[in-house]
C-alpha cells in the first residue's frame, strides 16, 4: 500500500489503486470509509488547486459546483454516516437533466426506493409533508418532483454539514498538503 498523501492526528489520506478501493466494500457492495483512512481519488491531487479547494470556504455553492469539491464533501459525509444526503441531492439533479418521460418515471421511483421510502436504509430526513406529497406524486412523476425534498437536504447539509466540513481535519489537511505543493513548485 502507497504510503499516505498526509496525515494529521487522526487520518491520513492515501491513494489507492481502484482495485484496492473496490476490496473496501461492505456487505452490500458499499465502499466503506473510516475517520482514520479516508479516500481521494487519485487523480484529484493532480486537478485541484489550493485556490479551488480555499473557494469552498466562500460558500456551499462553491463546493457543489466543484467536482472536486464534492468528492471531498462525499467523502467527509461518510464519516459521518450521512453521505445519503449527498447521493440523493445529486440523484434528483439527475433527474432534473432527463428528457423522457420514461426515464424520468425509471429514475423517479429509484430515487424514491433509495433515498425517500421509510423501508430504505438510505432514508434521507426529510419532513412528513413533502413525502406525501411525493407519494401522492409518485404515480405520475415530473423531473422535480423532488424539489422540496431535495430543498430540505439542502439546507440540512448546509446549515449542519457544511460548517462541520470546513473546520474537519480533513478539510483542513487537504489545505495544507495543497499549500505545501505550491510552496514546492
Same mark, same amino acid.
Given at each position: ?46 486537478? +485541484?488547486?489550493?485556490? *479551488?479547494? #480555499? ?10 459546483? =466543484?467536482? &472536486?469539491?464534492? %468528492? ?46 421509510? +423501508?430504505?436504509?438510505? *432514508?434521507? #430526513? ?10 401522492? =406524486?409518485? &404515480?405520475?412523476? %415530473? ?43
Amino acid at each position: 500500500m502507497p504510503p499516505p498523501l498526509f496525515t494529521t492526528n487522526s487520518m491520513s489520506i492515501c491513494f489507492r489503486s481502484r482495485t484496492e478501493r473496490r476490496r473496501r466494500r461492505d456487505g452490500f457492495g458499499h465502499k466503506t470509509s473510516s475517520v482514520s483512512q479516508l479516500e481521494i481519488p487519485p487523480p484529484l491531487e493532480e486537478r +485541484l488547486t489550493l485556490e *479551488e479547494a #480555499s473557494s469552498w470556504k466562500r460558500s456551499f455553492d462553491c463546493v457543489l459546483a =466543484s467536482p &472536486a469539491g464534492r %468528492s471531498v464533501f462525499v467523502e467527509f459525509l461518510r464519516t459521518e454516516h450521512s453521505d445519503e444526503n449527498m447521493a440523493f441531492w445529486l440523484a434528483c439533479e439527475e433527474l432534473k437533466r432527463e428528457q423522457s418521460q420514461e426515464q424520468v418515471c425509471e429514475k423517479a421511483k429509484k430515487i424514491y426506493l433509495d433515498y425517500i421510502s421509510i +423501508l430504505s436504509p438510505k *432514508e434521507v #430526513s426529510i419532513d412528513a409533508t413533502v413525502r406525501e406529497s411525493i407519494n401522492s =406524486s409518485l &404515480a405520475r412523476p %415530473s423531473a422535480h418532483i423532488f424539489n422540496e425534498a431535495q430543498a430540505q437536504v439542502y439546507a440540512l447539509m448546509h446549515r449542519d454539514s457544511y460548517p462541520r466540513f470546513l473546520s474537519s481535519p480533513l478539510y483542513k489537511s487537504l489545505e495544507q498538503r495543497l499549500s505545501a505543493l505550491t510552496c514546492d513548485t
